[in-house]
């Protein structure tokens, strides 16, 4: 696939967050992003995945805050960004493909809702990317991890369209697809529902619905932006 502009050199090290629902493809165009402006992708709800992984192993209930972030201060999370997207670390062990199954899925959006849990993943997350450079995508990236972000991305697309993405992405057919649709669904509420930190557009971010867009052009608009951004500076 060929990129909208190659040989991209830019400047400063700028700090990009997206934002947006499950299935909006912010993993895609993010790591896609970071690769052609030589910056680091930090996928942040691989964090979550990766503690609630834990929790799962630990059987620590998903309702246990106080457990979950002392779970948290004991295990070793790391993202090691890569061409092909991030790789998870836990403890140590390469968990990135165990963390994208059904369960962890349904255990991560769990254990998201604790505020206690989301400011331990906050303070990581900060640190990781204070230097710039970084492409950070999540949920609340924009409104509370770097409120002050160079450049806000928050990537919508409608509801019936992200599922279909999802199914495409995971080659997933007949009833099997139903249940995937409802816990996307499912996550989707819980995430803008939840009391701390839901999921919301930061003010100052550029909405872009990707619901009629091809990935190239969600990728070109955003890589306007943060030519606009560092002309500006
Ligand atoms: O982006 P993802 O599907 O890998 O995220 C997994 C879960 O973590 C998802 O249910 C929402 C949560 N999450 C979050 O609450 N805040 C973030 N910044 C990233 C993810």
Same mark, same amino acid.
């Given at each position: 696939?060929?990129?909208?502009?190659?040989?991209?050199?830019?400047?400063?090290?700028?700090? $990009?967050?997206? *934002?947006?629902? =499950?299935?909006?493809? #912010?993993?895609?165009?993010? %790591? /896609?992003?970071?690769?052609?402006?030589?910056?680091?992708?930090?996928?942040?709800?691989?964090?979550?995945?990766?503690?609630?992984?834990?929790?799962?192993?630990?059987? $620590?209930?998903? *309702?246990?805050? =106080?457990?979950?972030? #002392?779970?948290?201060?004991? %295990? /070793?999370?790391?993202?090691?960004?890569?061409?092909?997207?991030?790789?998870?670390?836990?403890?140590?062990?390469?968990?990135?493909?165990?963390?994208?199954?059904?369960?962890?899925?349904?255990?991560?959006?769990?254990?998201?809702?604790?505020?206690?849990?989301?400011?331990?993943?906050?303070?990581?997350?900060?640190?990781?990317?204070?230097?710039?450079?970084?492409?950070?995508?999540?949920?609340?990236?924009?409104?509370?991890?770097?409120?002050?972000?160079?450049?806000?991305?928050?990537?919508?697309?409608?509801?019936?369209?992200?599922?279909?993405?999802?199914?495409?992405?995971?080659?997933?057919?007949?009833?099997?697809?139903?249940?995937?649709?409802?816990?996307?669904?499912?996550?989707?509420?819980?995430?803008?529902?939840?009391?701390?930190?839901?999921?919301?557009?930061?003010?100052?971010?550029?909405?872009?619905?990707?619901?009629?867009?091809?990935?190239?052009?969600?990728?070109?608009?955003?890589?306007?932006?943060?030519?606009?951004?560092?002309?500006?500076?």
């Amino acid at each position: 696939m060929s990129e909208p502009s190659e040989n991209t050199v830019l400047p400063r090290k700028l700090i $990009i967050a997206i *934002d947006g629902p =499950a299935g909006a493809g #912010k993993s895609t165009i993010a %790591s /896609r992003l970071a690769r052609k402006l030589g910056y680091v992708n930090l996928e942040s709800g691989a964090m979550y995945r990766a503690l609630a992984l834990k929790a799962i192993e630990k059987d $620590i209930s998903f *309702d246990d805050e =106080a457990a979950l972030v #002392k779970l948290a201060e004991n %295990s /070793r999370i790391k993202l090691e960004p890569t061409l092909g997207g991030n790789r998870t670390l836990l403890d140590g062990h390469d968990v990135s493909s165990r963390i994208r199954e059904r369960d962890v899925t349904e255990a991560a959006s769990r254990v998201s809702v604790h505020p206690a849990v989301r400011a331990w993943m906050v303070s990581h997350q900060r640190a990781m990317g204070a230097g710039g450079g970084i492409v950070m995508e999540g949920r609340d990236i924009g409104t509370k991890v770097f409120p002050d972000a160079d450049l806000k991305i928050f990537l919508d697309a409608d509801p019936v369209v992200r599922e279909q993405r999802r199914m495409e992405q995971q080659k997933i057919k007949g009833h099997v697809a139903a249940n995937v649709a409802a816990d996307l669904r499912e996550r989707d509420r819980r995430d803008r529902e939840r009391a701390t930190s839901p999921l919301v557009a930061a003010t100052d971010a550029a909405v872009i619905d990707s619901t009629k867009m091809s990935e190239d052009e969600v990728l070109e608009q955003i890589e306007e932006l943060a030519r606009k951004k560092l002309g500006a500076k």
